[in-house]
């Protein structure tokens, strides 16, 4: 009884974690692309976000960008403006809309839709040479990309 109790307990708090998540398909991006409602349904995390940023194994954001701010992690990128003054130049809301899709503000960007699961053209499946499946995940979880938001937020000049 006490495990099928603990058991409904952890399921009940999981979905209410789950129930604050905006998924892929149901973010509400205003025109010129910024997005005013939390992916995730709580706060980012600005050290977490930093870690992702700079990580070349998560957003990998550094490739593209220059951030003074992680100057331990080396070859920052110069194809993307620098991030510097970041969290002066643009609103939360326009940040993450930036992370999740910037082609919504910037037509053209080059930069990854970090949110996005379909409308892609024919990726494919890692190294196998086929398609990949229907339902891409994306490549940041909605805390993530909270946590991004975070971090960008304290890029001030």
């Given at each position: 009884?006490?495990?099928?109790?603990?058991?409904?307990?952890?399921?009940?708090?999981?979905?209410?974690?789950?129930?604050?998540?905006?998924?892929?398909?149901?973010?509400?991006?205003?025109?010129?692309?910024?997005?005013?409602?939390?992916?995730?349904?709580?706060?980012?995390?600005?050290?977490?976000?930093?870690?992702?940023?700079?990580?070349?194994?998560?957003?990998?954001?550094?490739?593209?960008?220059?951030?003074?701010?992680?100057?331990?992690?080396?070859?920052?990128?110069?194809?993307?403006?620098?991030?510097?003054?970041?969290?002066?130049r643009?609103?939360?809301?326009?940040?993450?809309?930036?992370?999740?899709?910037a082609?919504?503000?910037?037509?053209?960007?080059?930069?990854?839709?970090?949110?996005?699961?379909?409308?892609?053209?024919?990726?494919?499946?890692?190294?196998?040479?086929?398609?990949?499946?229907?339902?891409?995940?994306?490549?940041?979880?909605?805390?993530?990309?909270?946590?991004?938001?975070?971090?960008?937020?304290t890029?001030?000049?």
């Amino acid at each position: 009884m006490k495990l099928t109790t603990l058991t409904l307990a952890a399921a009940l708090i999981g979905g209410a974690a789950w129930a604050g998540e905006t998924a892929p398909k149901d973010v509400v991006f205003a025109e010129g692309g910024a997005v005013e409602s939390s992916l995730s349904g709580a706060p980012g995390d600005a050290s977490n976000g930093a870690m992702i940023v700079g990580s070349k194994k998560h957003g990998n954001c550094v490739a593209c960008h220059q951030v003074s701010a992680l100057a331990d992690v080396p070859f920052h990128g110069e194809i993307g403006p620098s991030l510097d003054g970041a969290g002066d130049r643009w609103t939360e809301a326009e940040l993450r809309g930036l992370v999740a899709n910037a082609k919504l503000t910037f037509e053209g960007s080059m930069m990854p839709s970090f949110y996005k699961v379909d409308g892609y053209v024919r990726p494919g499946d890692a190294y196998t040479g086929d398609a990949a499946p229907e339902n891409l995940p994306p490549l940041l979880s909605a805390q993530e990309i909270e946590d991004v938001v975070a971090f960008l937020a304290t890029l001030k000049e």
